[in-house]
């Protein structure tokens, strides 16, 4: 069956830096747009970066523009988000949508980050 599974959420300290990971199964990972979404207490879930099937392009919110990277790696099925100079605003419980061009999507199940000292 398909599955994505997050990790890498927690907490951190502002400025601090984390890694997410989501590892995908069960669908051809490489045929499918990775992304990252967030969804904070009483706000809507919101796009944070999305990734090209091979790679080569990726979109950002404003709002993490500078300071997040998406990548992903078709050998080893898995999308990462690598997330530095972290604000509290950025506290949200972050997951990873495959996307497809027919239409067919799958979401993971979420990880929590939390920022704050």
Not at 23 to 35: D, H, K, L, P
Request: glycine share 12%; net charge positive.
């Amino acid at each position: 069956q398909v599955q994505l599974v997050e990790s890498g959420g927690g907490l951190v300290q502002p400025g601090g830096s984390l890694r997410l990971s989501c590892v995908a199964s069960g669908f051809i990972f490489r045929s499918y747009v990775m992304s990252w979404y967030r969804q904070a207490p009483g706000k809507e879930r919101e796009l944070v970066a999305g990734i090209s099937r091979a790679g080569g392009s990726s979109n950002y919110a404003d709002s993490v523009k500078g300071r997040f990277a998406i990548s992903r790696d078709n050998a080893k099925n898995t999308v990462y988000l690598q997330m530095n100079s972290l604000k509290p605003e950025d506290t949200a419980v972050y997951y990873c949508k495959a996307g497809s061009v027919t239409g067919n999507s799958y979401w993971g199940q979420g990880t929590q980050v939390t920022v704050s000292s």
